[in-house]
Nanobody
Framework: VQLQASGGGLVQAGGSLRLSCAAS????????MGWFRQTPGKEREFIVG????????YYVDSVKGRFTVSRDNAKNMVYLQMNSLKPEDTAVYYC???????????????WGKGTQVTVSS
């Protein structure tokens, strides 16, 4: 599986960005895709999970109500709409894939390259 995240950039606090994750490879019927983020000196943090088979989503509290994950089946794309961005959302964002919800605890089979999101105050 190959993943490519894009859509990062610089935005003012309160603004929005949409990240995209393009996925290619086999067995897309039973995977869980996730979004993580990482700031310098900190561990990579799980923030959003999405089940490709049934559309179940999971958001950590820090992004719940502000971030929304969606997909485009035809394009094998997953999107992360980020609204009401805060300076503390500044991080490198990664998409990832695994076979089950162990992704919530960092269980990842494949990582995509990160995309930088910077939120200015």
């Amino acid at each position: 599986v190959q993943l490519q995240a894009s859509g990062g950039g610089l935005v003012q606090a309160g603004g929005s960005l949409r990240l995209s994750c393009a996925a290619s490879g086999p067995t897309f019927s039973s995977i869980v895709m996730g979004w993580f983020r990482q700031t310098p000196g900190k561990e990579r943090e799980f923030i959003v999970g999405f089940s490709w088979s049934d559309g179940t989503t999971y958001y950590v509290d820090s992004v719940k109500g502000r971030f929304t994950v969606s997909r485009d089946n035809a394009k094998n794309m997953v999107y992360l709409q980020m609204n009401s961005l805060k300076p503390e959302d500044t991080a490198v964002y990664y998409c990832a894939v695994t076979q089950d919800w162990s992704i919530v605890n960092g269980g990842v089979d494949y990582w995509g390259k990160g995309t930088q999101v910077t939120v200015s105050s």
